[in-house]
C-alpha cells in the first residue's frame, strides 16, 4: 500500500473550498462525543488562543500503522468500503493512492481526507478566520513570499515561528522559510479556501495599523504615499535593491490606494508606463473616457511597482521579455469587490508598461437608464419581445457596447427564458444568465460556444463579437431557427454593420430574413451638474444646431426645413417667450475642473422593414441603406446626440467629436 501522503494532495488546494458545506460552521469541542465523526478544524479565537491550545491540547497520535486503519477509526468510513477500496488498488495496473480511490469513489470528500490525512500525520488544521499575527511575527515573512506562496505566519513559539501553510509536507516550501526566517519552522495545515484570503486580510490590517499608529492620517493621499516612496528612493534605496523592494510596505500601500482611487473615480482603466532615469514612471488613469495624470513615481521603483503588480495578478516576475495578462481580485487584497484585468508590455530598454482595467463585476442598468430617445426605447423593446431573429449593438472600442447588451437581457431575463452568453471577458454578472468566458487559446471560440449553446435548448443567445464569417454564419442560422440572438459589431454606423457583414460573406437572403434591428452607439460626456450654467442660445448658435442636425442625414436642408425644425425645437425646449436655454461647462472641484462627469449614450437605431430587407436582398450599399432607414422615421448619432445638447445633458463639442467618424 503507498503511504506517501503527497499522494493525496490535490494539485490545488483551494478547489476544497467547495466542499466547506460539508462541515459544521460553528466551532466544535475536539472530545465532543456527540460531534460528526471524523476531524475537526481548530478555530481559535485569536494567536494567543491559538498558543494556549497547542500547548495544552493533547499530541495527536493515531496507533493506526495505516491509513484505511485511521480512517475506520475516525468513523469517516465502514469496513465495506475499506474492502472495496484496496479489491480497486490491487487491481493490476492500478497504481492509486488508496486516498485518492476513496474519493474518486465517493466515499470521502476531498476536504475530509486532507484532514484526516493531517491528523493522522500529527498536524493540526486551523480555521484562520479569527487570527490577526502581531506585525512584528508578519514582519518574518516578507509579504511577496507569503502572497505568492501561500504562508500565513501565526505566532513566535521559542525558537520556532509557527506558520499556516496550505500543504505541511511542501518540504521545499519549509525550507526556503527556515532559510528566510533563520528559525525552525512549525507548519500548520489552513483549512482548506480559507489561506490566502487570511494571508491578504492580515497583512493589509498590518498596513492599515502601521499607518494609523504614525503621525500622519490613517489613509494617506496618492500624493502622500508617492513623497514618502520618493523620499526613501532618493535618500536610502540602492540600485541592487529595486527588484526586492515589491515588499515594501508603502509602495504596496501606494498600489491598494491607486486602484481604490481608480474605483473611486470611476475609472476604466489604469496605465502604469515606466522610464528610465532621470524621468519618472507616469500613472494615468481614464476617467469618462479621457486619459487624466495622476501621479508621477522615482524612475527607480519602476521595477519593484511592475513585480508588486505581477504578485498581485500571480504573473511571472522573472519574465520581462514577453507581454503577459491576468486578473486580480482585489477583494483578496483587502479592497472592495472589484476584478481587474492586468496587461504588461515589454518596451524599450528592457522596460514593462502595466494596463488594469477596472472590470468591477459590475451589474446590469436598467434599459431606461442607458440614454435612449423614448421613441427608440420604445421601439427596440417591441423588437426585443420577439421570439427569434437577430439584433446586433455596433460602434468602436470602449463605447459601451457590453453594457447596451446586458440592458437589453436584463429586460428580458425572465423565468420562462434560457439565455447562454460568450463572452471576452465576462464583464458584467446577473442571475439568471449562463455566461461563458471564451478562451481561443484551447479552441473555445465564439463560433465553438455558438454551436454548443444550440445544442443546450436556448432561447436566447448572446455573443460578445461577431468577429468572423463562421460566427457571425451560426448566428445567423441560429436566429432563423427559433432563437433570439445578439452580439456587437466594431463598425461605425448601422447601415455600415449590414455592409460589412455581406462583405465577409453573409448570405443576403438568410442574412435579411434574420435581422431585427441594429443600434449604433457611442458614449458622450455628460455636463457636471453641479457647476454646469445655462445661457440664452443666440440666432446664430440655433442655425448652426439645425445645419449639424439636417446635415447629418435628413433629405431636406433648405431654409424651410431649417425653419420648421427650429419651431418644434422652441415648442419642445423652449420657455414662454420661446428662448432655447443651453448649458455650458464651467469646471469645479466635483468634476475636477473639466465640467464634465460621467457619460451617457447616444444612438442611432435602425429597424429591418421591408425596404431596407429588399436593399440587402440586392447587396445596395451603406449609402442606401441608410437613406430608406432615415425615411421610415431613423435618428443618426449625431441627431440624437444634438436632441441631448438640446436636453441640457451635454454639448455640441463633445457630440460632434464622438460622432466624426
Known amino acids: 500500500m503507498n503511504l506517501d501522503p503527497r499522494f493525496f494532495h490535490a494539485p490545488a488546494p483551494e478547489r476544497a473550498a467547495l466542499e466547506l ?74 497504481h492509486r493512492a488508496l486516498g485518492r480511490i476513496l474519493v474518486d469513489i465517493g466515499a470521502l470528500s476531498e476536504l475530509r481526507l486532507r484532514m484526516a490525512l493531517a ?28 502572497e505568492r ?24 516550501l519549509l525550507d526556503q522559510l527556515r532559510f528566510a526566517t533563520q528559525r525552525r519552522i512549525r507548519p500548520l495545515m489552513a483549512l482548506p479556501g480559507s489561506l490566502m484570503p487570511a494571508v491578504h486580510r492580515a497583512y493589509a490590517a498590518a498596513v492599515q495599523a502601521g499607518a494609523a499608529g504614525s503621525s500622519s492620517p490613517a489613509r494617506s493621499s496618492l500624493q502622500e504615499l508617492a513623497a514618502q516612496l520618493r523620499s526613501a528612493a532618493d535618500a536610502t534605496l540602492p540600485v541592487e535593491a529595486e527588484m526586492a523592494s515589491e515588499s515594501d510596505n508603502t509602495l504596496v500601500r501606494l498600489i491598494n490606494s491607486l486602484i481604490e482611487e481608480a474605483v473611486r473615480r470611476n475609472a476604466s482603466d489604469i496605465h502604469i508606463e515606466t522610464a528610465d532615469e532621470p524621468r519618472q514612471v507616469q500613472v494615468r488613469m481614464r476617467v469618462d473616457g479621457e486619459l487624466v495624470a495622476v501621479l508621477e513615481v522615482p524612475a527607480r521603483l519602476r521595477f519593484a511597482i511592475v513585480a508588486r503588480i505581477k504578485i498581485m495578478a500571480e504573473l511571472d516576475i522573472s519574465e ?11 477583494a483578496r487584497f483587502g479592497g472592495p469587490a472589484v476584478e481587474l484585468r492586468v496587461v504588461t508590455v515589454p518596451t524599450a530598454r528592457g522596460l514593462e508598461d502595466v494596463v488594469l482595467r477596472l472590470l468591477g463585476g459590475r451589474k446590469p442598468m436598467a434599459l431606461e437608464q442607458i440614454g435612449l430617445a423614448d421613441e427608440s426605447l420604445a421601439a427596440l423593446r417591441s423588437v426585443i419581445a420577439k421570439p427569434y431573429g437577430l439584433i446586433l449593438i455596433c460602434g468602436p472600442t470602449g463605447c459601451g457596447k457590453t453594457t447596451t447588451l446586458h440592458s437589453v437581457l436584463r429586460d428580458i431575463n425572465t423565468v420562462g427564458r434560457k439565455i447562454w452568453t460568450a463572452e471576452d471577458p465576462v464583464e458584467i454578472t446577473q442571475d439568471g444568465l449562463r455566461q461563458v468566458q471564451v478562451n481561443a487559446r484551447i479552441g473555445w471560440t465564439f463560433a465553438a460556444a455558438m454551436r454548443t449553446f444550440l445544442r443546450a435548448d436556448p432561447d436566447v443567445i448572446m455573443i460578445g463579437e461577431m468577429r468572423d464569417e463562421e460566427t457571425a454564419r451560426i448566428a445567423v442560422e441560429a436566429s ?59 440666432e446664430d448658435e440655433l442655425d448652426a444646431l439645425a445645419a449639424q442636425y439636417l446635415g447629418s442625414g435628413s433629405a431636406q436642408r433648405d431654409g424651410a426645413a431649417h425653419a420648421a425644425l427650429r419651431e418644434r425645437w422652441r415648442g419642445l425646449h423652449g ?75 451635454t454639448d455640441l463639442a463633445e457630440v460632434l467629436a464622438a460622432t466624426n467618424a
Not at 127 to 137: G, R
Not at 320 to 330: E, L, N, S
Not at 507 to 531: G, K
Open 480 to 538: 432563423l431557427t427559433g432563437h433570439l440572438v445578439l452580439s456587437t459589431l466594431h463598425t461605425n454606423s448601422a447601415p455600415e454593420s449590414i455592409a460589412r457583414l455581406l462583405e465577409i460573406g453573409l448570405d443576403p437572403y438568410n442574412f435579411s430574413d434574420s435581422l431585427l434591428a441594429i443600434l449604433a452607439q457611442r458614449l458622450v460626456r455628460t455636463l457636471c451638474p453641479h457647476c454646469c450654467e445655462s445661457e440664452i442660445a443666440g
Open 149 to 172: 506562496d501561500g504562508v500565513l505566519p501565526l505566532l513566535m513559539d521559542g525558537d520556532a515561528l509557527v506558520v499556516l501553510v496550505a500543504d505541511p509536507w511542501d518540504h521545499a
Open 119 to 146: 491528523e493522522w500525520q500529527g498536524v493540526r488544521v486551523i480555521d484562520p478566520h479569527e487570527l490577526q499575527p502581531d506585525a512584528n511575527v508578519l514582519a518574518a515573512v516578507p509579504r511577496a513570499l507569503a
Open 575 to 649: 420657455d414662454a417667450r420661446g428662448r432655447i436655454r443651453l448649458q455650458r461647462r464651467r469646471g469645479c472641484d466635483h468634476c475636477g475642473g473639466t465640467g464634465y462627469h460621467g457619460r451617457m449614450g447616444i444612438h442611432e437605431l435602425m429597424l429591418a422593414d421591408d425596404a431596407v430587407r429588399r436593399l440587402i436582398r440586392h447587396r445596395d450599399d451603406a449609402g442606401a441603406l441608410q437613406a430608406a432607414a432615415l425615411a421610415a422615421g431613423m435618428k443618426t448619432l449625431r441627431q440624437d446626440g444634438i436632441a441631448k445638447v438640446l436636453a441640457g445633458r
Open 21 to 94: 458545506a460539508d462541515l459544521p460552521t460553528h466551532p466544535i469541542p475536539l472530545d465532543d462525543a456527540s460531534a460528526r465523526p471524523g476531524p475537526q478544524a481548530l478555530r481559535p479565537a485569536g494567536c494567543e488562543a491559538l498558543r494556549a491550545a497547542l500547548h495544552e491540547l493533547p499530541e495527536l497520535h493515531h496507533a493506526a500503522p495505516h491509513l484505511g486503519e485511521a480512517l475506520l477509526q475516525a468513523g469517516l468510513i465502514d469496513p465495506a468500503t475499506l474492502e472495496r477500496a484496496l479489491a480497486l488498488q490491487a487491481r493490476p495496473g492500478a
Open 320 to 330: 520581462h521579455r514577453k507581454p503577459q495578462d491576468g486578473k486580480i481580485d482585489f
